[in-house]
């Protein structure tokens, strides 16, 4: 069984904070890894996408890679009460004959206290 | 730039009916994915479409079937509707059926009563 876990939350953090996102996945087969960030109510919204180990810098969003540990992270600086949303985390993974499939994670509820 | 569009935006049915949803892809994407999201948690894997074949599958029953057309819209199409069928229907299209990002529509929530 292919695996994308996260912590359910809620994570509070005050806003200004950095709010810090964990997940962590099974297959080592899998070659990119995608944050969402989903309103309530709302549809998921790409927000990150990381293919190799390393940090990625966009704005005030890090994705954090490590593929030996199976470890992805997400990092939101100077956090603000708009970034109070579910963020979910993907794993894409070959599943043959030319065939990607996503599997996500339950998602992490973020809120950011004014 | 045209996004990902889904329809109907909500649909209430009757359990053992059937019901088609559909979804236009982003403008340049050939590539359609559907998943499935319960309440609370992650949306899952149904299928996908490339060039009008079906090009992967998740752990759903057959009455979970799907078309891709020509312009690379698609439609979800589920038979025989239980009430654990309830749940937010996406669509999401990328560049290809390779490693992607895909970008998703806004969802039709469905109803089963």
């Known amino acids: 069984q292919k695996e994308v876990e996260q912590n359910s939350g809620p994570l509070s953090v005050p806003e200004g904070a950095i709010a810090s996102l964990n997940c962590t996945y099974s297959?080592?087969?899998?070659?990119?890894f995608f944050w969402y960030r989903q309103y309530s109510g709302k549809s998921p919204e790409l927000i990150m996408s990381?293919?190799?180990?390393g940090d990625k810098e966009d704005g005030r969003f890090t994705a954090q890679l490590n593929k030996a540990s199976q470890y992805v992270s997400l990092l939101i600086r100077d956090s603000q009460p708009s970034d109070s949303a579910t963020y979910l985390c993907?794993?894409?993974?070959?599943?043959?004959?030319?065939?990607?499939?996503?599997?996500f994670g339950k998602g992490t509820k973020l809120s950011v206290i004014p | 730039e045209t996004g990902v569009t889904q329809s109907p935006t909500h649909l209430i049915k009757t359990r053992g009916q059937q019901v088609t949803l559909r979804c236009s892809s982003q403008?340049?994407?050939?590539?359609v994915s559907w998943y499935q999201q319960a309440l609370g948690q992650g949306p899952q894997f149904i299928f996908q479409?490339?060039?009008?074949?079906?090009?992967g599958r998740g752990n759903f029953p057959p009455r979970f079937s799907g078309l891709q057309f020509p312009n690379y819209s698609s439609e979800l199409n589920v038979n025989a509707l239980e009430l654990d069928d309830s749940a937010l229907y996406l669509c999401?299209?990328?560049?290809?059926?390779?490693?992607?990002?895909?970008?998703f529509g806004p969802g039709t929530r469905l109803t089963v009563t």
């Open positions: 297959d080592r087969g899998s070659q990119s």
């Open positions: 479409y490339y060039r009008e074949e079906e090009n």
């Open positions: 993907a794993a894409n993974l070959f599943s043959g004959a030319g065939s990607y499939q996503l599997t």
């Open positions: 999401a299209s990328s560049l290809g059926r390779g490693n992607y990002e895909q970008y």
């Open positions: 403008s340049g994407h050939n590539t």
């Open positions: 990381i293919y190799s180990n």
